[in-house]
């Protein structure tokens, strides 16, 4: 039985901190994006080596069947294929639910962009500080 790899640099994929600067944001829904594509990559491998496994399965089953083994194997090596069937089902669910996460993030970040890149190029070429987002609201 396989398990999930250990993330090695002991870090989350997008740092969940107070730092709300325009450049700070951008770059954690960059690193958040990147992270759910390479999930979803993840999960895609995943979900051809459980329709081989599955198939696998199957002919063993049919193996047994043949060999006129007891049909107590048979039963339960096709129990493992209709699970691994179940399995890959759910794997296909979080794959399109990684997917849609990334491409959501994509287009946060591309909104986000749109909405504060301007004003973060002001702000970031005056000499003169500027007030805080919310100075005004007291």
């Known amino acids: 039985m396989s398990s999930p790899a250990p993330r090695t640099d002991g870090t989350a994929p997008a740092v969940?901190?107070?730092?709300n600067r325009y450049k700070a944001v951008q770059?954690?829904?960059?690193?958040?994006?990147r992270a759910l594509d390479d999930a979803g990559l993840g999960?895609?491998?995943?979900?051809?080596?459980?329709r081989r496994n599955t198939k696998r399965a199957e002919d063993v089953a049919r193996d047994i069947d043949n060999a006129?083994?007891?049909?107590?194997?048979?039963?339960?090596?096709?129990?493992?294929?209709?699970?691994?069937?179940?399995?890959?089902v759910q794997v296909k669910k979080l794959s399109d639910t990684a997917q849609e996460t990334a491409d959501l993030t994509h287009e946060t970040k591309r909104t986000h962009s749109k909405l504060y890149g301007a004003l973060d190029d002001i702000r970031s070429n005056r000499r003169e500080k500027t007030p805080r987002?919310?100075?005004f609201n007291r």
Request: aromatic share 4%; glycine share 16%; no cysteine.
């Open 16 to 19: 969940a901190d107070g730092d």
């Open 27 to 33: 770059a954690k829904l960059d690193t958040l994006g």
């Open 43 to 50: 999960l895609e491998e995943l979900m051809r080596s459980i």
């Open 68 to 88: 006129g083994l007891d049909a107590k194997f048979v039963e339960l090596t096709s129990n493992v294929a209709v699970a691994l069937g179940g399995a890959g």
């Open 133 to 135: 987002p919310g100075f």
